[in-house]
């Protein structure tokens, strides 16, 4: 449920610390200084408890499937128990190298997260073999120069051919850097204005719609 | 072949397999193993952020000197019960609020440090032409130059994409699909490393088959 107060007020606070912020970079006063310093170390163990009502929310979800014993609980049931048991190793043995919450690290979570990604290996090769087809002029220049990078970069080949290799960071060097700079910059720009829009209260969408 | 004594290695090795089996189809041991790093995820993520970053910043202050030179950390707690208002129908208010200051912060801290680091520093990396050494690296800074003006002028939609304008866009076109390609072919290859790593992983470490 949200007032009228309610719904108007987080607009002046947004308007307020916005620009605050922004002066802070163009003035370095010692007394704005002072406060935005002040400010970021408020904000420092908050980012932490927001990161935990993200975990909550996880929990819950997974808590009321195994309530309501819905389809997969069992599978619910196994996030819950091994989140619990993480927690507990790391908050009883602590964080550090050598304990039960490292190894566990080590054996369990990067060997899973690890075979995960390179499960997209397969599934890569298979999209790029059905989605690489030479139809248009970009098309094919994508298809040359993924294969010019990829064999370019293989060491076996850079034994082979050296200008393949030598092509290859060409490509990566100063291509690849154009377009990746055009992107940073136009994303940049439309990043920037949309945040303009929100801190000067024009675009209203990102806290919700006043009831 | 000199299996592994270490029963963490075992249990890695399963794991992994586990995960392959998605290559099949989707089943049970794939699904136990998804939830299985979800749930370690979780309980990692909070152990990590309550040891290196709650505890330290906001719980440890507080205790030590909660009403002297720490008294400032008393608004982080309140501001973490705002958000923890999210899930109170009738506190939404403090909610958006907290949520209102987050974005502020976020955004005045966002604004200044974009403009300077991906805008004027990247226009300035492409304007700064080095025309002097070897003439790969000549022809590479004009590829550059060229390069991301056209990759720019490609997205700019204010004016019709017909002659010298059209032209430049679709050599940014070019320039664009260039980089798509070498940026598919490192997500390819890295994937590609991942996957080698954890055969060798069950090769080496578990089964002993290899050096």
């Known amino acids: 449920m949200v007032t009228k107060i309610g719904y108007r007020l987080p607009f002046v606070l947004m308007l307020v610390f916005g620009v605050l912020f922004v002066v802070q970079y163009f003035v370095p006063h010692p007394a704005i200084k002072s406060t935005t310093d002040g400010i970021q170390q408020i904000k420092q163990p908050v980012s932490a408890f927001i990161i935990f009502i993200g975990l909550v929310g996880l929990l819950v979800m997974h808590a009321r499937r195994v309530k309501n014993r819905e389809r997969r609980w069992g599978y619910s049931l196994v996030t819950l128990t091994s989140a619990a048991a993480m927690a507990v190793v790391g908050m009883v043995w602590g964080v550090d190298q050598g304990t039960v919450y490292a190894d566990w690290f080590t054996y369990l979570l990067s060997p899973i997260e690890a075979t995960m990604f390179s499960l997209l290996a397969f599934f890569v090769a298979s999209a790029a073999f059905r989605a690489f087809r030479a139809r248009t002029a970009g098309a094919t220049i994508l298809l040359v120069s993924a294969f010019i990078v990829m064999f370019g970069m293989i060491p076996f080949f850079e034994e082979l051919f050296p200008p393949l290799s030598k092509l290859a960071s060409f490509i990566v060097s100063y291509p690849n850097t154009a377009a990746k700079r055009a992107i940073l910059i136009g994303t940049s720009l439309g990043a920037m204005s949309v945040a303009i829009k929100t801190i000067f209260g024009i675009d209203r969408t990102i806290l919700g719609r006043e009831q | ?211």
Not at chain 2, 113 to 136: C, K, P, Y
Request: aromatic share 16%; net charge neutral; charged share 10%.
């Open chain 2, 1 to 211: 072949m000199n299996l592994a004594s270490d029963p963490y290695v075992w249990v890695a090795a399963i794991l992994t397999l586990c995960v392959f089996s998605f290559l099949y189809k989707d089943n049970p041991f794939f699904c136990f193993a998804e939830h299985l790093v979800v749930g370690l995820a979780a309980g990692y993520t909070f152990c990590t952020y309550w040891q290196t970053i709650f505890l330290p910043e906001l719980i440890t202050p507080l205790w030590q000197d909660g009403m002297g030179s720490h008294a400032h950390l008393w608004i982080s707690v309140v501001i973490c019960f705002m958000w923890a208002c999210k899930y109170i129908d009738r506190a939404q208010d403090l909610f958006r609020c907290a949520l209102a200051f987050w974005i502020a912060v976020d955004l005045g801290l966002f604004l200044p440090t974009t403009m300077s680091a991906r805008v004027l520093e990247q226009i300035a990396g492409t304007v700064n032409l080095r025309l002097q050494g070897d003439w790969t690296v000549i022809l590479g800074n004009l590829v550059l130059f060229v390069g991301t003006i056209a990759s720019l002028t490609y997205f700019y939609f204010s004016k019709a994409h017909k002659g010298v304008v059209g032209a430049a866009a679709r050599v940014g076109s070019w320039t664009i699909m260039v980089g798509f390609g070498a940026t598919f072919s490192y997500v390819v290859l890295s994937r590609i490393y991942l996957l080698i790593g954890r055969v060798h992983f069950l090769m080496r470490d578990w089964l002993g088959i290899v050096e």
